[in-house]
């Protein structure tokens, strides 16, 4: 572990599920942690890379990461965009919300004695992992899916339509490992090679032999 396959290397990675405002004290959230995301920063950083990390979360940075704080996707995507050209590796961990709320209030919305329910209006998101493969150049681009069923067939699916290089399927259906947990276990598919099982290990040896994947891959 932590042999430095990625030295010279800028990796920049996104961590944490976005947060989509309702009324200035709610919001539409979903169950990532951030902890799979931190793991690769850590990896990344420990392979001897230079790590930017856009993260909707607050645990421990890895030493020398250079944390980006945001929020939503429109935020996440900013900042992605903002240090894109100088990454050599792109890795989306995060789960962004595919839709948020068109108009959040400006005040706390008061519960209607007159109304059983609450309709809420969404207009869909940007797709980051999209928009950065419809622009890479020199980037291996990576992203990951979270699937509940057909997982390899939905994330071959991602992999082509969302550009990427590498895409990480991970089953979230499974609640002892993915969203929240200190472990997981998924199947890398990338256009040229047959996919690749990565047995239940904790995320940050999972994180290393994930880089070092991506670093061999670069250099075919
Ligand atoms: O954070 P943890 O608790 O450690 O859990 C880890 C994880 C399960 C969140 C993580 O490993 C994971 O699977 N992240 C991707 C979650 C997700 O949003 O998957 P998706 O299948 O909906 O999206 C596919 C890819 O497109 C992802 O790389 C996602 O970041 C990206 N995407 C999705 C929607 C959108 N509007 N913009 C995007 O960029």
Redesign the pocket.
């Known amino acids: 572990l932590g042999t430095p396959v990625l030295t010279g290397k800028r990796v920049l990675i996104?961590?944490?599920?976005t947060k989509e405002a309702i009324d200035p004290v709610r919001y539409i959230a979903n169950?990532?942690?951030?902890?799979?995301?931190y793991a690769l920063a850590q990896a990344a950083v420990q392979a001897g890379a230079q790590v930017d990390l856009v993260s909707t979360v607050q645990l421990p940075a890895p030493m020398f990461t250079n944390v980006i704080a945001v929020e939503t996707?429109d935020q996440m995507l900013a900042a992605m965009q903002a240090h894109f050209e100088q990454a050599d590796i792109v890795i989306?961990?995060?789960?962004?919300?595919?839709y948020r709320v068109a108009n959040p209030a400006n005040q706390k919305i008061k519960k209607d004695p007159d109304q059983k329910g609450l309709t809420l209006n969404l207009v869909e998101?940007?797709?980051?992992?999209?928009q950065l493969g419809a622009k890479k150049t020199h980037q291996y681009l990576v992203?990951?899916?979270?699937?509940t069923q057909n997982l390899l067939e939905h994330a071959q699916a991602?992999l082509i339509k969302?550009q990427a290089d590498l895409l990480?399927a991970?089953d979230?259906s499974n609640h002892d490992i993915?969203?929240?947990?200190d472990n997981?276990e998924v199947t890398l598919l990338s256009k040229n090679d047959a996919p690749k099982h990565l047995p239940l290990t904790d995320?940050l040896t999972l994180s290393h032999q994930i880089l070092e994947i991506i670093a061999a891959q670069m250099e075919e």
């Open positions: 996104s961590a944490g599920g169950r990532s942690s951030g902890k799979m995301g996707a989306m961990a995060a789960a962004v919300a595919d998101n940007p797709d980051i992992l999209a992203g990951f899916a979270a699937e991602k969302k990480i991970n979230v993915a969203f929240g947990s997981n995320k």
